[in-house]
T-cell receptor, first 117, second 115 residues
């Protein structure tokens, strides 16, 4: 089974509008972390935001917020006031605890966001 | 700033060649990772290392090996390159967990083409 599912291959949003990128996850581990990364056309993966499974509050980082619904196993990324520079691929990822302490990241297939002027 | 560097941005190799992809991080991170990225498949873990000389297989280790002789350097080796190994290769590093989930920091990627 896929550990991370991103069902939107592509999304369009008007500049200055808000957009939600969907992410659902699958784990039986009570302790895990959820991450969102942005990958512009240059190729580098940029860390955006993190949510721990035990965190009570939804994470926020500037214009990024994470809508964490634990019972539904969803961790949607909300980008407010979209800018042209937000056009990129966005990946949702999850880390589970493992014996090595490396805690591998499992990635979704990504959503390509295009911001329209 | 955390910096992860990869030896090449673009690489073209012939089938059967031995290929070395180098990754260096400057933040004293214990963990290092190699991923390959293909359209529609996201990032898939090839190998990771949680300490010098320690390595673990990821989801798709076949056809690859790794080496970590120094903490800051993690090398990915394609013993005999094949065309199905044409891909974008991303290196990442992170702190050892200690019970926490730290983000991974990524290098710029190496786009490898095997002809």
């Amino acid at each position: 089974a896929q550990k991370i599912t991103q069902t939107q291959p592509g999304m369009f949003v008007q500049e200055k509008e808000a957009v939600t990128l969907d992410c659902t996850y699958d784990t039986s581990d009570p302790s895990y972390g959820l991450f969102w990364y942005k990958q512009p056309s240059s190729g580098e993966m940029i860390f955006l935001i993190y949510q721990g499974s035990y965190d009570q509050q939804n994470a926020t980082e500037g214009r990024y917020s994470l809508n964490f619904q634990k019972a539904r196993k969803s961790a949607n990324l909300v980008i407010s006031a979209s800018q042209l520079g937000d056009s990129a691929m966005y990946f949702c990822a999850m880390r589970e605890a493992d014996q090595t302490g490396a805690n591998n990241l499992f990635f979704g297939t990504g959503t390509r966001l295009t911001v329209i002027p | 700033d955390v910096k992860v560097t990869q030896s090449s941005r673009y690489l073209v190799k012939r089938t059967g060649e031995k290929v070395f992809l180098e990754c260096v991080q400057d933040m004293d991170h214990e963990n290092m990772f190699w991923y390959r990225q293909d359209p529609g498949l996201g990032l898939r873990l090839i190998y990771f290392s949680y300490d010098v000389k320690m390595k673990e297989k990821g989801d798709i280790p076949e056809g690859y090996s790794v080496s970590r002789e120094k903490k800051e350097r993690f090398s990915l080796i394609l013993e005999s390159a094949s065309t199905n190994q044409t891909s974008m290769y991303l290196c990442a590093s992170s702190l050892w967990s200690g019970g926490r989930f730290y983000e991974q920091y990524f290098g710029p990627g190496t786009r490898l083409t095997v002809t």
